[in-house]
């Protein structure tokens, strides 16, 4: 999106704002298809940008779905709920229910508990659902491998209306190192040899998330996420040779393609340093690995003048010493009124920050395609009356 662009809609909707590109979503997930090949499905962790369910690629087959909430969203939206790998850590069985009512694709098991609440809403239907066990990775998600294989031994007298036809492994985010996610994928397969050996259960199907990392701060972002993906690729294309493989993604799908845009409201020197406050703050806006605004990200100067450059640090609207968006950033002076567009926040930002802090307004949500031109898909929403004591 240009700069003239991301200006005009600043000034039709006003700030604060978010702009998604699903021009730049669908050659991210074009991208991520090539280097995986045909054989690997995709699939799109809803969380990390739900707004983005409005223009899913054809290059994403499946949606992560971790909560009721998320349901919801997904039910509203007119999403394909057969689509949705039903995930999370706490199911209840009210929320088994009803994603078995919704004829999601297919369950994640997380303990013994979730094991037996799927077989309880199966067996209150009289079907049979297939389901992924969760592997732990060291921490409270999913389950140890030796809980796995106990499940799986215990399959046809515990759980009969359950199909358990693979595994769901998810370690973390912003992976750097192709070798880990060789390891990963190695642990996964070995894991399914071991139930093979000794339960008898033949796994087909597999779901793994790579987490990989994102370039917030770099010179040459898309180039070094390519480069990562091209390392990675060779491990990915050889695991779905040997098992029906999901790859899971959010972040790495959906941070390229946003934009935060946010006016300059006031600007001060306190103690010989500049600060220039804007509309919006750290509330709205967040890039993972950012410390306190220690690192510069891309920020695009949507109008101001050309002038001499010197050292600013922009600061939220909020009144905590810690909505600091950029501690250092040299640019010419701005003014009052002065665009500033924060690139690379397509994931999280939306709904990941702490956006009930003082009570003030929810940004806008704006969706802009080269074909279908922009669509407002959420108004400035006001939080007042969430804050508000009945």
């Excluded at 057969?82 to 009803?98: A, E, H, L, P, Y």
């Amino acid at each position: 999106m240009t700069n003239e662009l991301l200006l005009s809609l600043a000034r039709e909707y006003a700030t604060p704002l978010y702009v998604f590109d699903a021009d730049a979503f669908r050659a991210r997930a074009a991208a991520v298809k090539a280097a995986f090949g045909a054989g690997v499905t995709l699939c799109y962790s809803m969380k990390a940008n739900p707004f983005l369910l409005r223009c899913l690629p054809p290059e994403i087959s499946m949606l992560e779905v971790c909560s009721p909430g998320e349901l919801t969203v997904c039910e509203n939206a007119g999403v394909d709920l057969t689509r949705i790998v039903f995930s999370g850590v706490n199911k209840t069985q009210d929320c088994i229910d009803r994603a078995m009512d919704d004829r999601v694709d297919v369950f994640t098991a997380e303990s013994p508990l979730h094991m037996e609440r799927i077989e309880r809403a199966a067996a209150g239907r009289d079907i049979r659902v297939p389901v992924l066990l969760r592997l732990t990775s060291d921490n409270q998600f999913g389950m140890d491998e030796d809980v796995i294989v106990q499940l799986a031994r215990e399959r046809a007298e515990r759980y009969p209306h359950i199909e358990l036809v693979g595994l769901h492994y998810f370690s973390g985010t912003l992976k750097k190192r192709p070798t880990l996610v060789g390891r990963e994928l190695d642990r996964m397969t070995a894991l399914a040899e071991r139930l093979r050996a000794e339960t008898g259960l033949a796994l087909t199907r597999m779901e793994y998330g790579p987490g990989l990392w994102i370039d917030y701060f770099g010179d040459d972002p898309d180039g070094a996420e390519t480069a990562l993906l091209d390392e990675v690729a060779p491990l990915i294309r050889a695991m779905g040779e040997k098992f029906a493989l999901t790859v899971e993604m959010g972040r790495f799908f959906s941070a390229p393609c946003g934009a935060y845009l946010t006016m300059v409201m006031d600007k001060k020197t306190n103690c010989g340093y500049n600060y220039a406050i804007v509309d919006g703050g750290l509330h709205q806006m967040n890039y993972d690995g950012q410390m306190k605004g220690t690192q510069v990200p891309d920020i695009r100067r949507l109008t101001g003048a050309d002038g001499e450059s010197a050292d600013w640090c922009i600061c939220g609207s909020l009144c905590t010493p810690n909505d600091v968006l950029v501690r250092r950033v040299s640019m010419p002076e701005p003014a009052l009124g002065d665009i500033l567009a924060f690139c690379r926040t397509g994931a999280y930002s939306i709904n990941e920050g702490f956006a009930f802090l003082l009570s003030r307004d929810a940004p806008a949500v704006v969706i802009y395609s080269e074909k279908n031109g922009p669509r407002l898909v959420r108004d400035h929403v006001r939080l007042d009356p969430l804050n508000t004591p009945q």
